[in-house]
């Protein structure tokens, strides 16, 4: 099982580009990369997914390099409200068991105006 | 499509006393799965269960105790309740299983 390793904290400015980057040396082949954001007493809610290259929805991109040993969250244009806690996951192929998802300490993003 | 609800939302026990806590999983989700958050430990992993059948359990007491119905729906129950259970109860669907999940807001219980 992959561990992954990312930033405990960052701040940054509204209307600014963030970029978060998950390390995950151990990734294994069948693995898919997930990001996940958490608002204080609320639930995780799922941001993004991909295994390689690059990936975007509306929300945000997820940049994969080819050795997919680590993973860039880049958030465009950051608000107030992405204040919130990300956690980067690695995990097997989607349809493995949830006991083998490991949310780590994630990285507290706080948004300054 | 509704989202995942969790009820009670908020709840408050004493030591010794039992706690029973419901999930109803988004429509078509089979599987469905429990967490424990808390400031110190973070998210750790209770239980999973899929058509009515637990496929794993995380490492805890067998206080805590779960269960899924034929509808999907899902209830966690701990009993004889310690002070360290106080934690945000979060229970997660998806399609099939694995990573991309979907919570509910959470259940918080506060033990006293």
């Known amino acids: 099982l992959a561990k992954t390793t990312q930033p405990i904290s960052m701040d940054s400015y509204e209307g600014q580009e963030v970029n978060i980057t998950c390390s995950h040396n151990?990734?294994?082949?069948?693995?898919?990369i997930t990001w996940y954001q958490q608002f204080p007493s609320q639930g995780p809610r799922f941001i993004i997914q991909?295994?390689?290259t690059k990936v975007t929805n509306e929300v945000a991109s997820l940049f994969i390099p080819a050795d997919r040993k680590s993973s860039t969250l880049s958030l465009p244009r950051v608000s107030l409200s992405d204040t919130a806690v990300y956690y980067c996951l690695v995990g097997d192929d989607r349809y493995s068991s949830a006991s083998k998802i490991i949310f780590g300490s994630g990285t507290r993003l706080s948004i300054r105006p | 499509k509704a989202g995942v609800t969790q009820t009670p939302r908020y709840l408050i026990k004493t030591r010794g006393q039992q706690v029973t806590l419901s999930c109803s999983p988004i429509s078509g989700h089979r599987s469905v799965s429990w967490y424990q958050q808390t400031p110190g430990q973070g998210l750790q992993f209770l239980f999973e269960?899929?058509?009515?059948?637990?496929?794993n359990k995380g490492n805890f007491p067998g206080r805590f105790s779960g269960r899924q119905f034929s509808n999907s729906r899902s209830e966690m129950n701990v009993s004889t309740l310690e002070l360290g259970d106080s934690a945000l109860y979060l229970c997660?669907?998806?399609?099939?299983?694995?990573?991309?999940?979907?919570f509910g807001p959470g259940t918080r219980l506060t033990v006293t």
């Open positions: 269960y899929f058509s009515e059948t637990q496929r």
């Open positions: 991909g295994y390689k």
């Open positions: 997660a669907s998806s399609l099939l299983a694995g990573v991309e999940q979907y």
């Open positions: 151990n990734i294994a082949t069948n693995d898919y």
